[in-house]
Structures are given as C-alpha cells and as structure tokens.
C-alpha cells in the first residue's frame, strides 16, 4: 500500500464525500442566533457520528457556555497534529438575493467549472471535511492514521468565540501539539495552492461625540450651538494624511517592514491589481502611496470608518442639529502593535480634539494581536512540496488581511505551530448570498490533505526527490 492507494479511495469515494457534506450543509447552524442553537447541536452530533463512522471512537462534544466543541483523538507516532475548523455558519440575510434556498445545497454548472452552492460550502463546512475526507480515505485503506491527530472542530467562529479562550485554558493537555492545522483560508490566484504565514490583528472601536442635551432645530440653534456631527467629521477626517498613513500618535511604533527576501518573493506573484480592484467598480489603489497593494494587504496597518450615523436618518428630510453622532472604526493590525496601546492612543487624540461642551463616549468591539509564523520550521518544506504536487502548480506562502484569532491562541496558550491551508477561492462569496466551493477544490483539498499527512510523517514524503502521484483535473 501507498499513498497513491489512498489518493485513488479518494477519487472512488468523491460521490459519497460530497453526499456526506450535503448532509452537514443542511443543517443550518447559524452560531450568532439563539432561534438556531439547537441545530448547531445538531451539526456538533453529526460531526460526532461521522468521526466516529470511520473509526474514531472517542469523538465526543464537549459543552460550552455557548455551543459545543468537538473534540476526537487518534493515538500514534510523532508528529502530534491538531486539525482546527469551525461548523457553525453566518446569517443568510438577505436571503431573497439567494438563487436557491440556503441550505439545500446543490451542484451548479458555471463558467469556471461545477461549483457547490450553499451556506458554510466554504466557510467552512466544505473546508473543514476535505481534512476529514483524507483521514477517512487513509484509515480506509491503513487501518489507521500516520501520526497522532486530534481533531478540534469550534461551533461559535462566526459570532467571535466567546467560549474559545476558557475552553482553550481547561483543555490545554488535550490540545498540546506539534502543529496546529488550520482550514480556514485560501489559494492564490484561484489556482495556485498556499500557505498563509502571517495574519494581521484586529481592534474595534465605537465614537459617539454628544453636544447639546436634545436635537435641535437648526434654524433655531444652528450657528451658536455645536454640531456633533461636524465634530466627529473633523476627527474621522484627521485619522489620514494627504499620503494615506495614519496619523495617530505613536501607530507606527511596532510596525516592521516586511524582509526583503519576501518582498522580493511577493513581487514575482502574479497578482493583477487592476483587476483586483475592476471586480469591486474601483481603479485606483488607496492607502499608503509608497506601499504596493499586496504590501497594504498582507503587512501594513489599516484604519476603517466602517459606519457613521447622526441626525435624522428617515425618509424624506429634517432640519435637525443632533444631540450625537457616532462612528465604528476597525485596525487591522501588524506586527507587534498591541491593541490596548493602540486604543489608548486613539482615545488620547481624540479627547484632544474635542471642542468645548463636547464629550466623547467609547465602546470597544474586541482585539486580537497579529500573528507570525515560522516558516523555517522543516513542516512547511514539506507541505509546500506536497501542495505543489497535487496541484501542478508552485505553492506559495502568503499572507492574510483579514484576521483567525485561533491561529494566535493556538501558537501562544497552547504552544502549537499554526500551518493555515485552505482550497478557498476570492469568488466563494463567503458571508455573502450564493457562497459557493469549487468541486475541484473539495476534491484536490483532500487529496492535497493526504499528501501533506505522508509529507510530515514518512521518510520518503519528505525527499523532494521521490515519485509523487501527479494529476490534473
């Protein structure tokens, strides 16, 4: 046996993988409402079942204060491996932009190939069960795994993990490993496979500036009284230069500039930012005018208005001078910037700038440190040539603009180190009406899962020059 035996029970078995994952995508388990908390017991049950169904029989839930986790455990060899997904979805408001109902899934034809349409395809039901898939085929055809693995599936990622960090803390000896892998990202350039090395940190944050104790008419008070939102314009307005960086005291402190091997590494990406920007109406690139746009997206800090709100907001209009207005703002964070000291700073201006008979009011939104990732470490060797293999294409290490708070905990409150690979695509339309996967990236992703379990536990995965099993689909 071989892994080209496990590679073929894949393919054999590709009708009743993605029949398996029917299953689960019709089982809408919406984390952030309380209407679907019992399905999202019901997608932990099924999860539970199916580990179970191909041999492992410790799989079980754990409770939370919130929805449950499971957990599952196979005992063998080093390397440990962790397998980190979530199963809980968003919302699928506005459901009446959805071709079909949400969670009934089904296989559609399109341009670029046949494509599985439902809520969580993507993110991250389709994700999370190519890995599952992989280890199903291997013990299929092994008996067993290659190493120790244990499983970590999550049921709150999408409504901010409120149970993630006590749970992280009283199961720490179940979740201590060597790496931590995680299935939540994406390719590059819709063909290319990747690994995601570096992920930027997140910080929200809510303005309200209040002026006078009751709206006023604007005939009557406008002029002497002080507009709340002329105030908080003049803030929201001062947070950029004429350059685009952001001008808050001491932001730039703990930003590094990214090493020029892989800036270098980053300009032979063929990353077509013209097109980038076409697809969402835009030509022209924002922020930081020395920076290149796949620098601004992977290592550079950002500052967002993500929505303003103020006066009368109806139909029709109303001459009102309001008592308050109000901004959110989100920071994508890199490098060792801190959220706390970032928040403290912002504060501190804009107390600063307030005018007489104004005071400000904050709500934060939640943060989370950036994270790095040692890719020096021989695993990612050894998972770029197994991605490169199975996909015919060179695999790249990236990095991610958005934010996988588990990444971080993973590496830093359980000592794990996080590998994130993903078969997702730009166009998957995650969070979105009609997300979508690709059915050639749910099958190459377990396919490229097996590779990767042989590549990181057996001799002959790890010598760049053995025989691999090439296939184009």
């Known amino acids: 046996m071989s892994l080209d035996d496990v590679l073929e029970t894949i393919d054999h078995d590709i009708e009743d993988a993605v029949a398996r994952l029917f299953q689960l995508l019709r089982i809408p388990s919406i984390s952030t409402d309380p209407t679907f908390k019992a399905d999202c017991k019901r997608a932990a049950d099924w999860l539970v079942d199916d580990l179970r169904s191909f041999g492992i029989a410790n799989a079980r839930t754990v409770s939370t204060a919130g929805h449950p986790m499971v957990l599952g455990h196979v005992d063998g060899p080093s390397p440990h491996l962790l397998f980190y997904g979530h199963y809980d979805v968003q919302p699928v408001d506005p459901v009446e932009l ?10 559609e034809s399109t341009i670029s190939g046949k494509v599985i349409r439902a809520r969580g395809a993507s993110d991250d039901k389709g994700q999370l069960m190519t890995f599952v898939e992989a280890c199903r085929a291997w013990m299929k055809v092994y008996g067993t795994l290659p190493c120790k693995v244990t499983f970590f599936l999550e049921g709150e990622e999408e409504s901010g993990s409120p149970s993630l960090l006590p749970f992280l803390a009283e199961h720490k000896d179940d979740l201590t490993s060597d790496l931590a892998l995680i299935c939540d990202t994406g390719l590059f350039n819709s063909r290319v496979p990747a690994i995601t090395t570096m992920l930027r940190g997140l910080l929200g944050e809510e303005i309200i500036i209040h002026g006078p104790n009751k709206d006023l008419h604007s005939g009557a008070y406008g002029g002497p009284a002080i507009n709340p939102i002329r105030v908080l ?5 001062a947070l950029h230069d004429t350059n685009g960086r952001i001008t808050i005291p001491g932001f730039y402190d703990n930003v590094p500039d990214i090493p020029e091997q892989l800036r270098t590494e980053w300009d032979t990406l063929e990353f077509d930012a ?5 697809e969402v109406g835009l030509s022209h ?9 796949l620098e601004m997206l992977w290592s550079r800090p950002t500052c967002e208005i993500n929505g303003i709100s103020g006066g009368y907001e109806g139909d029709g209009f109303k001459t009102v001078l309001p008592s308050k207005a109000s901004a959110k703002l989100s920071f994508r964070l890199v490098g060792n910037q801190d959220p706390i000291i970032i ?4 504060r501190t201006m804009i107390q600063n700038m307030l005018p007489p008979d104004c005071t400000v009011e904050f709500i934060e939104h939640g943060n989370g440190m950036a994270s790095n990732f040692d890719t020096a470490h021989p695993a990612f060797d050894a998972a770029r040539r197994a991605l490169s293999d199975e996909w015919n294409e060179t695999a790249v290490s990236i990095g991610c603009g958005g934010s ?9 409150r359980i000592g794990s180190l996080p590998m994130l690979i993903g078969f997702g695509k730009d166009d998957d339309q995650i969070h979105s009406p009609n997300e979508k996967y690709d059915l050639r990236c749910f099958r190459k992703g377990m396919r490229s899962w097996a590779r990767i379990l042989d590549a990181l536990t057996s001799p002959e995965g790890r010598d760049p020059n053995c025989a691999t099993h090439r296939e184009s689909v």
């Open 404 to 412: 996988i708070p588990i990444a971080g905990y993973l590496q830093d």
């Open 285 to 293: 690139p924002a922020g930081e005018h020395d920076r290149t746009p």
């Open 343 to 346: 928040r403290k700073q912002l």
């Open 233 to 237: 314009s003049r803030i929201l307005a």
């Open 98 to 107: 959805w071709t079909q109902d949400p969670f009934n899934p089904c296989i």
């Open 274 to 278: 013209p097109q980038f920007l076409r």
